[in-house]
């Protein structure tokens, strides 16, 4: 059974950074693309960020050049460095295999004051 746990998120102010981290269990981890989503109030959720297994990295163009998304294998975890955080990244941020396949952990809110 996969098992996705995320933390590190918070309160911060426009402008400050966050690092959200993801344990996966139950998966292949390594040769997985991972990915981290992100869904706001009143929004569909959106793919944030993914790397594969070799550390080839991809970013959605509201979040290029501000987040920086990272793994280690051999902790079977998942990170993202969010910095110049803008209130518009207020939401809950999940982490998930790219495509996404299972099933959705608890996530972890994100709220940016402005």
């Known amino acids: 059974q996969v098992q996705l746990v995320e933390s590190g998120g918070g309160l911060v102010q426009a402008g400050g950074s966050l690092r959200l981290s993801c344990a996966a269990s139950?998966?292949?981890?390594?040769?997985?693309?991972m990915a981290w989503y992100r869904q706001a109030p009143g929004k569909q959720r959106e793919l944030v960020a993914r790397?594969?297994?070799?550390?080839?990295?991809n970013y959605a163009d509201s979040v290029k050049g501000r987040f920086a998304i990272s793994r280690n294998n051999a902790k079977n975890t998942v990170y993202l460095q969010m910095n110049s955080l803008k209130p518009e990244d207020t939401a809950v941020y999940y982490c998930?295999?790219?495509?996404?396949?299972?099933?959705w952990g608890q996530g972890t809110q994100v709220t940016v004051s402005s």
């Open positions: 998930n295999t790219y495509p996404q396949f299972a099933s």
């Open positions: 139950g998966i292949v981890f390594s040769i997985n693309i």
């Open positions: 790397i594969t297994s070799g550390g080839s990295t």
